[in-house]
């Protein structure tokens, strides 16, 4: 079973950056699309950026211009770069494989510890 490590996050004032990575445990990871996903209280998990096995990469709107997925496959992981943060971005952090079901990414693999980011105004 792939297991996904998350690590990077931290307490930040508006308007910094944080680097958030995440590490997995599976033989084929150059085959997988990644997705970073967060999750604030209360509030459901949502997907945030995906990249696929191309390099093709996708944003919400609510992070658009500001957040950047990457990967790494010689060490089986994937990054995001988050500039420019806003309170809004407090939340917990996961990655996970995902694939299409029609027009949707999903997640496709079990859920990490997730790492929490906490944006102070």
Do not use: H
Not at 65 to 94: C, H, W
């Amino acid at each position: 079973q792939v297991q996904f490590e998350e690590s990077g996050g931290g307490l930040v004032q508006a308007g910094g950056s944080l680097r958030l990575s995440c590490a997995a445990s599976v033989s084929v990871f150059r085959l997988y699309a990644m997705g970073w996903y967060r999750q604030a209280p209360g509030k459901e998990r949502e997907l945030v950026a995906t990249i696929t096995s191309g390099f093709v990469t996708g944003y919400s709107d609510s992070v658009k211009g500001r957040f950047t997925i990457s990967r790494y496959n010689a060490k089986n992981t994937v990054y995001l770069q988050m500039n420019n943060l806003k309170p809004e971005d407090t939340a917990v952090y996961y990655c996970n494989g995902v694939s299409t079901s029609g027009s949707r990414w999903v997640a496709s693999g079990s859920w990490g510890q997730g790492t929490q980011v906490t944006v102070s105004s």
